[in-house]
Structure formats: C-alpha cells, structure tokens
C-alpha cells in the first residue's frame, strides 16, 4: 500500500492540537513510516521549532497503545477487554444502538461527548454534527476549558482580534495573567524575552512560580479563584485616583459606572488580603501598568478555572479599555484570536435541534442521574473524558453502568476506551487532512496526510458520514468522506480564505494578522462598543457581574488544589507516552506543617476521592495551594485516580466552566494513614 512513497521524503502540514500556536511542521516520511517531526519557518510566528510534546508524535502513531482496528467489548467495563471486528460489524453495531434508543427514548438518550482532542476544523463540527443533529440528540455544552473566558471575550468585545505574538516586543508593560507559555504556547516567550531585553516591565500574576514569573520584575503569586478583587482593585484604583480614560470610555464604552460601582469595596488592602500576596505590590503593578506605553495584558486561562472564572476574565480584560492602553501596536489585550477571521462554522446544512443541553462538565450526574430520558447512548470522540472532567468518580460509575452502550473512537487506548462497548480506531493528524487555527498566532493552514492511515483507522468525516448513511440521514448533495469534507468547508469559507488554503496551504487574515486594536479591528458588538456590563451576565452570575464568591475552602480541606497544564501533554493527549510519575508539588512551609518531605508517598484528598503519588516539596507554588499537573492519566497515580476526582462539578459564574481549582483538599503521609 505504500508504494506511492520514495524511501525518504518529507512532507510538510500543521499541527491542528489544542494548542494556542498552530506550528507548521516538516515530517520526515522513510518506506512510508513517519520517522521525525520538526518545525518549519512556514508560519513565520513558530519559527521553525516545535515543542517537546509533539516531538514524540511518531511515538503514539506506533507506539503500543495505539488503537488499530474496530473493538467490541468482551469482559466487564474498564478493563479493556475487546476482541476484533470488522467495520462494517462495528458500524452496524453501533447504528443499531442508535436507533434502539431513539425508538425507545427518544434522541435525547444519545449524548455525544467531545472536546479538543483533535482541534481542527474537519475534526470536529463537521459530519459529526450532521449525524447527531439529525438524530436529534441530546446537545453537548462544549465548558471543560474556555468557556468563561470565551463569554468574557464575546461579551465584552465580540471577540474582537487581540495583539499578535510578533507586537509583544513593542510593548513597554506585559501582565501575564494566569497563562505559562513556558508549557502552552511556547511561541511567545521569545517574543517576550525580547520585550525584557528591551527594557519593558514583566509582571506575572499565578500562584506558581512559572518559568517567566522568575524572570518577572513583579510576581503576585495569588490564591487560585482570587483573580477577580485583583483585577477590581486595579480598576478601584484607576476610577478613583484619576487615571481612567474617561474621554475613551465615553467614546467606546457602555457600562463602565456598573463597573466603577463594583470595584469601589476592593482597595488594594482588602484585595491583597484576599489573594494573600502584598499591598504595595499590587499598587506598583497598577500604578507601572498606568505609567507604561503602549501596555499590554495576556490574558490566560488559569483565572477562569473557578467559580469567579467568568467574572475574572472580564475584569481582567476590561483594564486596557479602562487604562486607555489600546491604540497603539503593542498595547491592548490578548485573549485567544480564534475568531479573528470573521467566520463562523457554519458549513453544516443540518438545523440544531431545540434539545437538552448537557454541560459537559456534568457528565457523571448525566450518566448517572438525569431520568427523562436516562443517557442510553454515548459516544466520545476526540476526548478522554474519564480523566478530564470533574468529579471522576461519578464519571468512571456512569461509565461502568452495564445499561449504557458507550462508543469511543480514537486514536490510543485512553482510559475512557477501556470503558467503550465498541471501540473505534481513529486517525491521527498525521494521517489525514485538517485545516488548523491557530488561537495564539493569527494563522489558518491546511494539513495535508503524510502517511498513509495506521492499521484500519478512519477519519472523523470518513466515520461520522459512514454513519449519517447508515441511519439513512443523508441528504443529496452533502460531502462523502475526508476529501469531499474539506473541499465543501473550503468552499464555505470567506472566499479569500478558502481560495488561498486551497491554492498555497495558508491565508492571511482580514486585517492582516498584526491588527492594533481600536485602529485596525474593532469590537464586534452590535454598536462597535466595549461592553464593560452586559446585563444578561449580570443576571447569570450568582453574586453577579464582578461579584466575588468567596473560598470554598474549610477547615478539614484548606489547601487549594491547582492542575495546570504541563510540558508532557497537551490537555490529555500524549499521556500514553512513558514519563517520570506524576508527583503532588507543595511548598516547604505546608509541607513542614504536615511533617512530610519530599520523596514521601502521599494521600492527597477530600470526601470527593483521593489520588496517592508522590510529593515534591519546593518555593515553587506559594503556600496553601498544591499542584498535579493537568492531563494526567490513571496509569501515572498510585492509586489509578488522577486530580478530577478531587474537583466538584460546580460551574464557573459564567459560561457554564469547570472549577478545577476550586478543589479544597487535604495531604497526608500515604504509609500508615489507615485508609
Ligand atoms: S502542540 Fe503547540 S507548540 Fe507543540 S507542535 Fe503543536 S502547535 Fe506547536
């Protein structure tokens, strides 16, 4: 079958993971195996390098995990018990489902569940939706990760383009504010680095001690869920000191008196009290924030994991509108720039049904609780959801429910596929088409196959239409397959856009990809205004907009648990790849008050559940908060539990988020704690 590659070749596409970046990449190809992957100048913005992380790609095409036929289960659920199939049998196993339940339940008993796990724009939203549309199942809320941010960002300014990577060195102010592109985004910090080098002021603001907070001039390492009187007692500060623009608010802004009113009660003292860092650091932060041009906010993501996350991101990126930073190049905000293109995915002809929503991050109450009508069918695709979503011991019940028939289709044996009635061998990037948007860098590039698919596996287009036609959904006219999939989504596209991917693999946005914001893009709101205070999300948020909700820490559960993204995985994917053990990161001053040292087997947990792993103790996080790192799998704990099953299933205050670090839990020596 491979006769069509010369023995060595290289064949260069894009990196479609869920990662800000989108690195255009040069795979080396021998006897038809994918043998390297590095980074091209291609996308002039990621340089030519690549991280570590997808370094090791060849390693899950291959590797042992990998999933390379059809599987039906045999044992009991969880132990990845399978044996072959063919897929046409699987297929016909699973469409039959499909239609037993809707006969007998309705659509709504068919929940699918996928998150970013294959990020591009064929993966997902394409002949999948087609399928579950028209089958009028239950709609999946889409929450795990930037979901209160993305409301923030949408309500606030439409989503308006923010300040490219390549402007970072223009700025004179950087406030990194719960991102660590040291681990996510690798791109920006030489952007940064150069920044410094120039003389700008680097402010870091992240209960760790990140990469680039030791290089920070100032570093507020806040309590995790304390962003937001942070960020109020910046705007405190400028309404009431004088240094709000007021000119630009009158001209730009609605809602900036809600606001001002809002942040009135948090002074420096009474915020840093809250966040438990120093007074006269925040004050430096705002005062030097108002002393520089042009000014620039990173806003990340780690801010919004809580359940003041929503309200959070809005106040942090309402300070440039306040401050009057933007204007200038280098000056402003970044949050992702997804939506810089001014398109929306809207390729699929099928109407979204008025059915339940599901939030994803209430996935085991789902499974185990909701009645009319009970989940009967699920189907995972480019997501692990029994190591990704809150409370993981109700997820791992739900999905060990002998009345559930679970689907996952993907790529390697995750710990969701042990617990799949069928199980699904899909492709991986490096196998198929995709066109990649990055949400850092403002780039949008077509992916091409370099090898052929591994084993029998099968593209999400390929796949998903397959079962379309199987459940005699088609309608005339829609694309068959990859291929076709990509030539009508290219077609669907702004034509420039379209035209240019297919004609030379990358386009250049509308604005040109370097937009200063308020003289090149605008907000996309209905009247081109910021909206400091959108009553709708008054009215959603429970102490509502900007109102703080306090600690949910307790006495028996006092340290707060934080799991940020890591140099391993992306999200959960490439957990499969062999690593040190996960180990539980705590400072020496909790670590002394516990009597534990580094090295010591322990118990970390709360009356959600427990994880045991090993502790690290070190300066590196500050005091009262511990770390797991983010995307870890059952195989990397002791105990086979990893940090969800320590996070409530609690949502954010807006946007529906998940409250990872709203985790409250408790350490102890795991040798003789008689559990
Ligand atoms: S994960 Fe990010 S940094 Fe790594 S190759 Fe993909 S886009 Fe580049």
Not at 282 to 305: H, I, T
Not at 553 to 564: C, D, E, G
Not at 591 to 609: E, H, I, M, P, S
């Amino acid at each position: 079958m491979h006769s069509s590659f010369a023995p060595e070749h290289t064949v260069e596409t894009v990196c479609p993971l869920d990662c800000p970046d989108s690195c255009s990449l040069v795979a080396t190809v021998q006897d038809g195996k994918l043998t390297a992957l590095d980074g091209t100048h291609a996308n002039p913005v990621t340089g030519g390098y690549i991280c570590a992380k997808v370094r090791r790609f060849p390693e899950r095409v291959y590797g042992p995990d990998r999933v390379l036929f059809p599987m039906v289960r045999k044992g009991p659920k969880g132990l990845a018990s399978f044996e072959r199939a063919s897929w046409d049998e699987a297929l016909e196993l699973v469409a039959a489902k499909m239609r037993e339940a809707r006969q007998a339940f309705g659509g709504e008993s068919i929940l699918p569940y996928s998150y970013g796990g294959s990020n591009g724009l064929l993966t997902q939203d394409t002949s999948d939706a087609t399928l579950f549309r028209r089958l009028g199942t239950s709609r999946l809320a889409r929450t795990v990760c930037a979901a209160p941010t993305s409301a923030a960002n949408l309500g606030m300014y439409g989503k308006m383009a923010s300040v490219a990577y390549e402007d970072y060195p223009e700025a004179r102010f950087i406030l990194l504010w719960g991102a660590n592109p040291s681990a996510s985004g690798i791109h920006l910090v030489p952007f940064i680095r150069e920044a410094k080098q120039r003389g700008a002021t680097l402010v870091v603001i992240d209960p760790r001690v990140t990469p680039l907070a030791k290089q920070a001039d100032i570093h507020l390492a806040v309590r995790p869920g304390t962003d937001l009187p942070v960020a109020l007692a910046i705007h405190r500060y400028l309404f009431e000191e004088g240094h709000a623009d007021t000119a630009f608010l009158a001209e730009h802004a609605n809602g900036a008196d809600k606001l001002r009113e809002r942040a009135q009660p948090w002074t420096f003292e009474r915020a840093a009290e809250e966040a438990g860092i120093d007074a006269a650091a925040l004050r430096r932060v705002a005062e030097l924030y108002v002393a520089a041009s042009p000014a620039l906010v990173r806003c990340g993501w780690g801010q919004e994991r809580n359940r003041n996350g929503g309200s959070a991101s809005m106040a942090i990126l309402a300070l440039p509108a306040v401050a009057g930073k933007f204007g200038v190049r280098g000056g402003g905000y970044t949050m992702s720039n997804s939506a810089s293109w001014g398109f929306e995915r809207d390729w699929v002809d099928a109407q979204v049904p008025q059915t339940r929503e599901v939030n994803m991050n209430h996935l085991g109450r789902a499974l185990l609780e909701y009645a009319d009508p009970p989940v009967k069918v699920l189907f995972v695709y480019n997501s692990n959801a029994a190591v990704t979503t809150p409370d993981q011991t109700r997820v791992l019940r739900g999905l060990s429910r002998d009345d559930l028939f679970t689907v996952v289709f993907d790529q390697v044996m995750t710990d969701t596929a042990r617990y799949a009635d069928v199980l699904l061998p899909a492709t991986t990037f490096i196998e198929g088409y995709d066109i990649a948007r990055g949400y850092g860098p403002i780039t949008l590039r077509l992916g091409r196959p370099v090898i052929e698919p591994v084993g029998e596996a099968r593209s999400n287009a390929d796949v998903f239409g397959a079962l379309v036609r199987a459940l005699d959904l088609q309608e005339d006219g829609e694309p068959e397959g990859e291929l076709e999939e990509m030539l009508h989504v290219l077609g669907r596209l702004p034509a420039a856009i379209g035209g240019d991917l297919r004609d030379q693999g990358s386009a250049t946005a509308p604005h040109g990809g370097r937009p200063v914001q308020f003289v090149d893009v605008w907000p996309r709101t209905t009247d081109r205004k910021i909206d400091l205070f959108p009553p709708e999300y008054d009215r959603e948020a429970p102490a509502g907009l900007y109102g703080y909700q306090p600690d949910p820490a307790t006495p028996q559960y006092p340290l707060a648990l934080i799991s940020p993204a890591s140099e391993r995985t992306i999200s959960s994917t490439l957990g499969e790849l062999p690593r040190p053990e996960a180990r539980l990161l705590m400072h020496p001053d909790d670590a002394a008050a516990r009597g534990l040292k580094d090295g010591d087997a322990v118990r970390v947990f709360n009356d959600l559940g427990e994880v045991r792993c090993n502790l690290v103790v070190g300066p590196w996080i500050r005091t009262g908060t511990v770390s797991l790192p983010k995307g870890l799998w059952r195989r990397h704990t002791a105990n086979g539990y990893t940090g969800t099953v320590l996070v409530p299933d609690t949502l954010s205050d807006l946007g529906g988020g998940a409250c990872f670090n709203d985790a409250r839990v408790e350490v102890e020596s795991a040798l003789g704690s008689g559990h």
